[in-house]
């Protein structure tokens, strides 16, 4: 069984910071790209940012220069560094990470997010 767990998350004004982490746990072969997505009341969800297991990362405009992504392969953890945060930046985030475990295939799973609050 795999699980992802996303932690920290709440309530800043803007022009905080927060730093959401994420773990996978379970029995884990391999881990390659990780990301973080988000979804605002009423709205789709989108992509945040994204890193491989190489470490190359991809950001959506919107956070560009505001926010990195970082991983532990070691702790089997992704990081996602909010700076600069903007209302507009709140939302629900979740972790998502394409991995196969010892026992199964290769998957995609999802955490089971973590609310975050910009304030005005």
């Known amino acids: 069984q795999v699980q992802l767990v996303e932690s920290g998350g709440g309530l800043v004004q803007a022009g905080g910071s927060l730093r959401l982490s994420c773990a996978a746990s379970?029995?884990?072969?391999?881990?390659?790209?990780m990301a973080w997505y988000r979804q605002a009341p009423g709205k789709q969800r989108e992509l945040v940012a994204s890193?491989?297991?190489?470490?190359?990362?991809n950001y959506a405009d919107s956070v560009k220069g505001r926010f990195t992504i970082s991983r532990d392969n070691a702790k089997n953890t992704v990081y996602l560094q909010m700076n600069s945060l903007k209302p507009e930046d709140t939302a629900d985030y979740y972790c998502?990470?394409?991995?196969?475990?010892?026992?199964?295939?290769?998957?995609?799973?999802w955490g089971q997010g973590t609310q975050v609050t910009v304030s005005s």
């Open positions: 998502n990470a394409e991995l196969r475990g010892r026992y199964s295939g290769s998957r995609e799973y």
């Open positions: 379970g029995s884990i072969f391999s881990i390659y790209d």
């Open positions: 890193i491989t297991g190489g470490g190359s990362t």
